[in-house]
Structure formats: structure tokens, C-alpha cells
């Protein structure tokens, strides 16, 4: 079964950085897309980042310049750094994959998957 767990949440001052990675397990055949999204008390979930396996990025206007997304095609894990938190990025941040997952031998099927989230609290 194919999951993603992600880590590295927490509390800071506004102005302080935060890592968090996510790492993906399971049948994995290959995964194209990898991002994180957030969702604050009474929001919708929106995108915070994206990035290809090749290596294109795509940021909300709202990060832009403060964070940055990367991933290692090998280890199937996709990092968020986040630098100069404000108040305003405080939400549950969740890893998301759009994968192939190997079912059945060489069937394979796929998917979009979902991290459990992880909690950033960013103080003023």
C-alpha cells in the first residue's frame, strides 16, 4: 500500500524557517508530480508547491521567494523549505504524490495520494 508521511512540523517566531520533508513508500512504479498544500482553520486546502520529476517548479504567489520545494527521484521524498514564516502561514501542510503504483505483478495502476499532514505554527 502505498503511503506518504510526512515530518518536520512545528512551532516558530514569525521570521524563522522551518524543513519539512515527506518521504513515499510502497509499489511505487515512478511518481510525476509531488507537492504540498495547505489548509488553515476555516479555509480551503490550497497549493503551496509543486515540482516534476524532472525538476519544474511551481509556487503560490503567496511563497514565492520564501520557500523552496525539492525531491530526491531516488529516495521518492520531496522537501519543503520555508524561510521568513509569517503569521499568515500558519495550516496543516500536507505532502501529495501523483504516482503509479505496481498492482498485481506488471499491472500497475494510478494514483494520487495524501499525507496524514503535519501542523506549522507560525507565532507573531
Known amino acids: 500500500q502505498v503511503q506518504l508521511v510526512e515530518s518536520g512540523g512545528g512551532l516558530v517566531q514569525a521570521g524563522g524557517s522551518l524543513r519539512l520533508s515527506c518521504a513515499a513508500s510502497?509499489?511505487?512504479?515512478?511518481?510525476?508530480?509531488m507537492g504540498w498544500y495547505r489548509q488553515a482553520t476555516g479555509k480551503q486546502r490550497e497549493l503551496v508547491a509543486t515540482?516534476?520529476?524532472?525538476?519544474?517548479?511551481n509556487y503560490a504567489d503567496s511563497v514565492k521567494g520564501r520557500f523552496t520545494i525539492s525531491r530526491d527521484n531516488a529516495k521518492n521524498t520531496v522537501d519543503l523549505q520555508m524561510n521568513s514564516l509569517k503569521p499568515e502561514d500558519t495550516a496543516v501542510y500536507y505532502c501529495?504524490?501523483?504516482?503509479?503504483?505496481?498492482?498485481?505483478?506488471?499491472?500497475?495502476?494510478?494514483?494520487?495520494?495524501w499525507g496524514q499532514g503535519t501542523l506549522v505554527t507560525v507565532s507573531s
Open positions: 501529495n504524490a501523483d504516482l503509479m503504483e505496481v498492482t498485481d505483478g506488471s499491472r500497475y495502476r494510478y494514483l494520487r495520494v
Open positions: 510502497g509499489n511505487i512504479l515512478s511518481i510525476n508530480v
Open positions: 515540482i516534476t520529476s524532472g525538476g519544474s517548479t
